[in-house]
């Protein structure tokens, strides 16, 4: 007599998908569908970091987040794409064959705009985890505080370089089309984009270091467009002084104070493009020198601010 | 007007770190004064200069803006309003209250720093700094007064109020011809020019109205601005969600 | 013979999981072994020592922490994390050194912190997404982690809503679920069940026991409620002032006294004298009740109890044999 074989031994019954199985409804009641492991992938602390600045930037452009929170950049970004758009349009229909406004020139001309950028990009990217204590959250995972801070930094300057980076770019296609001479519009963008890049480093910089001294999102706009403004108007008005005094080269200095006015005169003298004020043009290599010193301490200084900050404010 | 809340908005206002600002903007601009004085030797036009312009057009509506958002805002925005809500008190005397704190600290912080750089910086027998006085006493009043309402209205006072104050009063109002007479600033300088007389013109005060039209637009916008505020503030919702 | 009868009655009574469930991350030790091993952890800020000498080994399962605020948890949980270096002294987490391997620790602990830590404008889907994440997962594993760990803690629907209109009890589990949405081998819980309704606690006092006991992830939780403590924890540790009180496992702790309980109906005194007279100790409250407790030297002692109450011919209410309480912890250390 055979007996009958049992079934070979296969995979155990697998439990019911959870959910479909319907369990008791009550609001309040915590079900035991059972917990599944997670053996897959886990990434390192760059991943991390890439991921946490990618948020970043796609979070001051109000991507993934409500519409309101949509308008105030996408609205700069609109003001700032307009000019080059009317000037790549005058130049062709006026055939000319010079831009009346180099890339670097229209950094300095359209402060505000970029002013108003980082006024409201910075206190998103860091007031809103310090008022809300999220701190700990991120502390308690595998980074390091400098990660976080470097991430968020990361992600303004990114979304800061792209504002300014756009419409210089679209400026040159504006000059292609017009037919204005390739080689020239070609160096003048690169230069156009460097002095985006240094420009969007040092506001990401300033503009997070003072957003990060406050917990409130509208202090920090504040403070930030004060803060600016107010460098500008005094940039401006020592140099006025320095000028009546008959100082010319000093008068010049009266822009290391003002970042709009410190990475104009970068560009000045590394590239040899056109300054955005003339009086106030860098001639001189030891002027250039100093705001190549003063920029530098400037990055260190406001970013050893916001290291200061975090590791007061970061705690658990 | 309630004297507890009106102590209760100074220590909050002064306690925190916008004080900080409030205390160092007009420290700048008395440092630039005895600068400008220095260079150009006390001239009126250097004077007049620095005042009309970065005076008036910058300092005197971001410091007012941080004022009129300060005394208010922030207890909106974290929702501790609500005890002061709860009480029985009138919503007009909080508003009145609250105004009246924001704009003594408007006088003390931005409009007497105001006089003083003007005479540090160069005048003559007080003339230009009173009438730059007058002028920042009526701007400010409601350049606050619009700032304490719009905190009331919107949870983003301070980036409309920014909007306004850099974008409309600043760069449009120097561009565009019609602004210039919806502007507060025009308006606070009109009694300015009318008291400078002959010398306004040579000093470099000039407003884009007449005296009487610029008075009467400012008491609108105050008393427009006080009552939208109480009003407002009678039907107040707190959102949770920022 | 019979057949043998295949084990499916067997398999379908358990839930098998998809993994093992004793698989570790990569690179992690097994468990064998205490969880949490602190070697003389001292840590002092200036002049302010907040824990001290503090050697202590807490076993895998549930390890209740106890201590007055101020008494060093969130200093130790700091240190335990990597976060903090401790002065002097060395603490190894599931094996792990936490002066040196702090990043390895945080790839496979969870925390759930007591304060406040939500933004109020995301939803909680959304956020635990975006914390799986950060912990290291791909995006397609967070999002389907966070999905699991958001059911798993009881938020069906309102996972979609801002966390802003939550209530407290919603705000707790979603702290929770982003504890463990990343699979750690051990949770840090500090006071989990702050302002939740009594079935709230209930339910997340069950969570815990079953994280702890079935699905293979160790607990370490803060609270100041040793009844809840008593019936979660295998293990209870005391800390005062940054020193430690007493490391006990919570059987030993709420064994069977060697104490009766007896309540009888009147002439307590009486009978209390004729125990005292036949030598056994007697405590008597002093309010006058009839309620006393006699230590159980031995065994015929119930039977005095019993001979005496007959005697003087009064009721019996109870004699009962008491267990003891956590709370005699403290009271042990006020004194």
Redesign the interface.
């Known amino acids: 007599m055979s007996a009958p074989t049992p079934p070979p031994a296969g995979p155990p019954a697998v439990p019911p998908a959870p959910g479909t199985g319907s369990p008791e409804r009550r609001a309040d009641v915590i079900h035991d569908i059972g917990f599944r492991h997670y053996a897959g992938e886990r990434f390192g602390r760059g991943w991390i970091v890439r991921s946490l600045l990618v948020d970043t930037v796609r979070g001051v452009f109000g991507i993934g987040r409500p519409a309101r929170t949509k308008v105030m950049p996408w609205v700069l970004v609109g003001i700032l794409l307009l000019p080059p758009a009317i000037i790549a349009l005058s130049v062709l229909l006026t055939g000319g064959n010079e831009l009346p406004m180099s890339y670097t020139e229209f950094l300095g001309q359209f402060q505000l705009p970029l002013t108003l950028f980082v006024a409201g990009a910075a206190p998103y990217a860091v007031s809103r985890d310090l008022r809300h204590g999220v701190m700990p959250l991120y502390l308690s995972r595998p980074m390091v505080r400098t990660d976080y801070v470097l991430a968020r930094l990361g992600g303004l300057v990114i979304a800061l370089f792209a504002v300014m980076a756009l419409p210089q770019t679209l400026l040159m296609v504006g000059a292609l089309l017009a037919e204005l001479p390739v080689g020239d519009q070609l160096v003048g963008w690169a230069g156009g984009l460097l002095a985006s890049a240094l420009l969007a480093l040092l506001l990401g910089v300033v503009g997070l270091a003072i957003a990060a001294f406050t917990p409130r999102r509208g202090l920090g706009v504040a403070a930030i467009v004060t803060i600016l403004l107010v460098v500008t108007g005094v940039s401006f008005a020592l140099s006025g002084i320095a000028l009546d005094q008959g100082a010319d080269e000093l008068a010049v200095l009266g822009g290391a104070i003002d970042p709009y006015r410190l990475v104009d005169g970068l560009a000045v003298w590394i590239l040899g493009v056109d300054s955005t004020i003339p009086e106030f043009a860098v001639t001189q290599a030891w002027q250039g020198g100093l705001f190549a010193l003063t920029y530098i301490a400037a990055i260190a200084a406001f970013g050893g601010l916001l290291m200061l900050r975090y590791r007061k404010a970061a705690r658990l | 007007m309630n004297p507890v809340v009106m102590e209760l908005t100074v220590r909050g206002l002064l306690g925190r770190r916008r004080s900080l600002l409030l205390v160092v903007l007009p420290l700048l601009l008395l440092g630039l004064a005895a600068l400008t004085r220095w260079a150009s030797e006390g001239s009126i036009n250097a004077s007049s200069g620095l005042i009309g312009n970065f005076g008036m057009g910058t300092l005197l509506p971001l410091m007012c803006l941080l004022i009129g958002t300060g005394v208010i805002g922030p207890e909106i925005d974290d929702g501790s309003i609500v005890y002061l809500l709860a009480k029985p008190v009138p919503r007009r005397s909080i508003l009145l209250a609250k105004l009246a704190v924001a704009l003594a600290t408007t006088v003390i912080f931005a409009v007497l720093p105001i006089v003083a750089s003007t005479a540090i910086a160069g005048d003559e027998d007080l003339r230009l700094s009173s009438a730059y006085g007058l002028a920042a006493l009526l701007a400010g009043f409601a350049y606050t007064t619009i700032f304490v309402a719009l905190s009331v209205l919107t949870r983003n006072a301070v980036i409309v109020g920014l909007l306004y104050a850099l974008l409309w009063e600043s760069v449009l109002g120097g561009y565009v011809p019609g602004v210039r007479n919806v502007s507060v600033r025009q308006w606070a300088l009109a009694p300015a020019e009318e008291m400078l007389g002959f010398r306004a013109s040579g000093w470099g005060v000039s407003s884009a109205v007449t005296m009487p039209v610029g008075l009467s637009l400012l008491a609108v916008v105050v008393i427009g601005a006080t009552w939208w505020g109480i009003a407002k503030l009678k039907t107040l919702r707190l959102a949770a969600a920022d | 013979?019979?057949?043998?009868?295949?084990?499916?009655s067997a398999?379908?009574a358990?839930?098998?999981?998809?993994?093992?469930?004793t698989?570790a991350?990569a690179g992690v030790p097994a468990p064998s072994g205490p969880s949490i091993v602190t070697s003389r952890v001292t840590k002092t800020f200036g002049h302010v020592t907040a824990l001290s000498d503090l050697s202590v080994e807490m076993p895998t399962g549930v390890v209740g922490l106890v201590g007055a605020n101020g008494a060093g948890k969130?200093t130790l949980?700091?240190i335990l994390?990597g976060?903090l270096p401790p002065t002097s002294g060395s603490a190894r987490i599931l094996g792990l050194d936490a002066a040196t391997d702090g990043?390895?620790i945080?790839?496979v602990?969870?925390?759930m912190?007591e304060?406040?830590?939500?933004?109020?404008?995301v939803s909680a889907t959304e956020f635990v997404v975006?914390?799986a994440?950060?912990?290291?997962?791909?995006s397609a594993?967070a999002r389907e982690?966070a999905a699991?760990t958001l059911?798993?803690?009881?938020l069906?629907e309102?996972r979609y809503r801002?966390i802003?209109?939550y209530s407290t009890?919603m705000k707790q589990r979603v702290k929770l679920a982003?504890a463990l949405v990343?699979?750690p081998r051990l949770v840090l819980l500090d006071e989990p069940t702050n302002g939740l309704d009594p079935?709230?606690r209930d339910?997340?006092l069950?969570?815990i026991r079953?994280?702890g006991h079935?699905?293979?992830i160790s607990v370490l939780v803060t609270s100041h409620l040793l009844g809840e403590l008593e019936r979660i924890a295998d293990h209870v540790v005391v800390i005062e002032g940054g020193v430690l009180q007493r490391s006990t496992s919570t059987a030993e702790a709420t064994a069977l006294s060697g104490v009766v309980l007896v309540e009888v109906t009147e002439r307590a005194d009486e009978v209390v004298a004729r125990l005292r007279a036949a030598g056994a100790q007697v405590e008597t409250a002093d309010d006058g009740g009839g309620l006393f407790s006699v230590a159980l030297t031995d065994e015929e002692v119930t039977g005095a109890i019993q001979a005496t109450v007959a005697d003087l011919g009064v009721g019996l209410i109870r004699m009962q044999r008491r267990r003891h309480h956590l709370t005699e912890l403290f009271r042990e250390v006020a004194r």
């Open positions: 013979m019979p057949p043998d009868t295949p084990p499916t398999a379908a358990t839930l098998p999981d998809v993994t093992s469930p698989t991350p969130s949980i700091k994390l976060l990043l390895a945080r790839q602990v969870g925390y912190p304060s406040d830590c939500l933004p109020p404008d975006h914390l994440r950060m912990s290291g997962l791909p594993a982690r699991d059911r798993h803690v009881g069906y309102e801002p802003g209109g009890g982003q990343h699979d079935a709230g339910d997340m069950e969570l079953r994280i079935e699905f293979g």
